[in-house]
């Protein structure tokens, strides 16, 4: 078992960075991939990043590419989500993943545990 927990989330305005932390917990972190995932009010949990357990080939959403940097930090058991250039269509509950495999990542069927994630909201 793993057990993620989020946190970072907030009020911010457009145009504004956040940065989201999740701490892991329980079996190995550095023989899992992490991911992010997010989810808007009547819509489905879509990707939004992952990184692999060896820290590289990290994978992004088009959304946003070039705005949003996973990173991860094993000595604190912990997958970080930068947020810059913050947008109103970024507004979502964002969640923590993680999966022992790192294929499919979009498909979120593939991610193994969750956190219960965290709330960003920009305002325009």
């Known amino acids: 078992q793993v057990q993620l927990v989020e946190s970072g989330g907030g009020l911010v305005q457009a145009g504004d960075s956040l940065r989201l932390s999740c701490a892991a917990s329980?079996?190995?972190?550095?023989?899992?991939?992490m991911g992010w995932f997010r989810q808007a009010p009547g819509r489905e949990r879509e990707f939004v990043a992952a990184i692999a357990w060896t820290g590289s080939n990290a994978i992004y959403a088009d959304s946003v590419k070039g705005r949003f940097t996973i990173s991860r930090d094993y000595a604190e058991s912990a997958v970080y989500l930068h947020m810059n250039g913050l947008k109103p269509e970024d507004t979502a509950v964002y969640y923590c993943?993680?999966?022992?495999?790192?294929?499919?990542?979009?498909?979120?069927?593939?991610?193994?545990?969750w956190g219960q994630g965290t709330q960003v909201t920009v305002s325009s």
């Open positions: 329980g079996r190995t972190f550095s023989r899992y991939a």
């Open positions: 993943a993680a999966s022992p495999t790192y294929y499919n990542v979009y498909d979120r069927t593939k991610w193994d545990y």
